[in-house]
T-cell receptor, first 114, second 115 residues
Framework: AQSVTQLGSHVSVSEGALVLLRCNYS??????LFWYVQYPNQGLQLLLK??????LVKGINGFEAEFKKSETSFHLTKPSAHMRDAAEYFC????????????FGTGTQLKVEL | DAGVTQSPTHLIKTRGQQVTLRCSPK?????VSWYQQALGQGPQFIFQ???????QRGNFPDRFSGHQFPNYSSELNVNALLLGDSALYLC??????????????FGPGTRLTVL
């Protein structure tokens, strides 16, 4: 079975600073990896996904993530944080034949301070 | 183009009662998945429906059941409610032929509180 681990349940950055949210995965077969964002009282919105094409994936709102097989990681980054980026971020994994059943991490709450 | 819609938005029930939650998928989607998101946790997969049949199921008891209608909309039913069933229930839709990499679109969720 596959799983993801998100290190740091809460991350705080200053506006304009680099955002780095960590995600490590475990899978016995090649994974497909996703980052979703959840704003308060809303559902999940896809930021980006890795589907075995390019290892550096660019998403919406200036976010990107790099798939590193050797490190089993898929960390999410953004060069410059905005106040509107404050939300909860979830990393998720599925595999071929998994019927796109997603297994989520426990989430990282991003706080952006002035 | 309407996205995924869910109803009701909020629901309060007491232990032992039964509840039905509803979901309409994004236009063009034929597959509906349900997830339970407890407070402070990531969503957990409950089950997935395609062609009106349950195709996959997560680690949830039989008290959780579902249905998919010919128009692809879906219901989630929970019987004999427990306090621990209090959560945000998310519906996600996708196009099955897209396979494992197809993007799932999530609805805003139904907040269920069990007293």
């Amino acid at each position: 079975a596959q799983s993801v681990t998100q290190l740091g349940s809460h991350v705080s950055v200053s506006e304009g600073a680099l955002v780095l949210l960590r995600c490590n995965y475990s899978s016995s077969v090649p994974p497909y990896l996703f980052w979703y964002v959840q704003y308060p009282n809303q559902g999940l919105q896809l930021l980006l996904k890795y589907t075995s094409a390019a290892t550096l994936v660019k998403g919406i709102n200036g976010f990107e993530a790099e798939f590193k097989k050797s490190e089993t990681s898929f960390h999410l980054t953004k060069p410059s944080a905005h106040m509107r980026d404050a939300a909860e971020y979830f990393c998720a994994v599925t595999v071929t034949g998994g019927g796109n059943k997603l297994t989520f991490g426990t989430g990282t709450q991003l706080k952006v301070e002035l | 183009d309407a996205g995924v819609t869910q109803s009701p938005t909020h629901l309060i029930k007491t232990r032992g009662q039964q509840v039905t939650l509803r979901c309409s998928p994004k236009s063009g989607h034929d597959t509906v998945s349900w997830y339970q998101q407890a407070l402070g946790q990531g969503p957990q997969f409950i089950f997935q429906y395609y062609e009106e049949e349950e195709r996959q199921r997560g680690n949830f008891p039989d008290r959780f059941s579902g249905h998919q209608f010919p128009n692809y909309s879906s219901e989630l039913n929970v019987n004999a409610l427990l306090l621990g069933d209090s959560a945000l229930y998310l519906c996600a839709s996708s196009f099955r032929r897209g396979g494992s990499t197809d993007t799932q679109y999530f609805g805003p969720g139904t907040r269920l509180t069990v007293l």
